[in-house]
């Protein structure tokens, strides 16, 4: 499970003294930790897909964290947001290119965008951007 191998990043990067993956790596397993609690009141238990989806959110985090650190000039901080990002990143599926969501939308027999949308999310969820699926989508018609 994607949790697990989390789990060893973070006691690897403790031993290895790597401040800026250990900090992300804890971030996220906090926020599956949470995640799981919640789900547990519930009955469920938390999937790879919502540690990829806890996982894409910090990343769009990182990437808003890194352009506030970029305008003020702190160099040192946003080579490490950028080792940061390369870190978590490393533990997302392959993501979909322009032409790849263009083609399996093209291939759908509805082309509506709540068919579409819901496809995407059922079938490709963490593997792609769901902005982008709505952009391409929104571009074809």
Do not use: C, W
């Given at each position: 499970?994607?949790?697990?191998?989390?789990?060893?990043?973070?006691?690897?990067?403790?031993?290895?003294?790597?401040?800026?993956?250990?900090?992300?790596?804890?971030?996220?397993?906090?926020?599956?930790?949470?995640?799981?609690?919640?789900?547990?009141?519930?009955?469920?238990?938390?999937?790879?897909?919502?540690?990829?989806?806890?996982?894409?959110?910090v990343?769009?985090?990182?990437?808003?964290?890194?352009?506030?650190?970029?305008?003020?000039?702190?160099?040192?901080?946003?080579?490490?947001?950028?080792?940061?990002?390369?870190v978590?990143?490393?533990?997302?599926?392959?993501?979909?290119?322009?032409?790849?969501?263009?083609?399996?939308?093209?291939?759908?027999?509805?082309?509506?965008?709540?068919?579409?949308?819901?496809?995407?999310?059922?079938?490709?969820?963490?593997?792609?951007?769901?902005?982008?699926?709505?952009?391409?989508?929104?571009?074809l018609?």
């Amino acid at each position: 499970m994607l949790t697990d191998d989390l789990k060893k990043a973070n006691i690897e990067a403790m031993k290895a003294h790597d401040q800026d993956a250990r900090s992300v790596i804890s971030v996220v397993l906090t926020r599956e930790k949470t995640l799981e609690l919640d789900l547990h009141e519930k009955g469920e238990e938390v999937k790879d897909s919502d540690v990829l989806s806890l996982i894409q959110k910090v990343l769009k985090e990182l990437d808003e964290e890194k352009e506030g650190y970029q305008k003020v000039g702190n160099d040192s901080r946003v080579n490490g947001i950028n080792h940061q990002i390369e870190v978590i990143s490393s533990y997302l599926p392959k993501q979909l290119t322009e032409a790849e969501i263009t083609t399996i939308i093209n291939s759908l027999p509805d082309k509506s965008i709540p068919y579409v949308m819901k496809y995407f999310k059922e079938n490709y969820s963490g593997s792609v951007d769901m902005s982008l699926v709505s952009r391409i989508l929104k571009g074809l018609s």
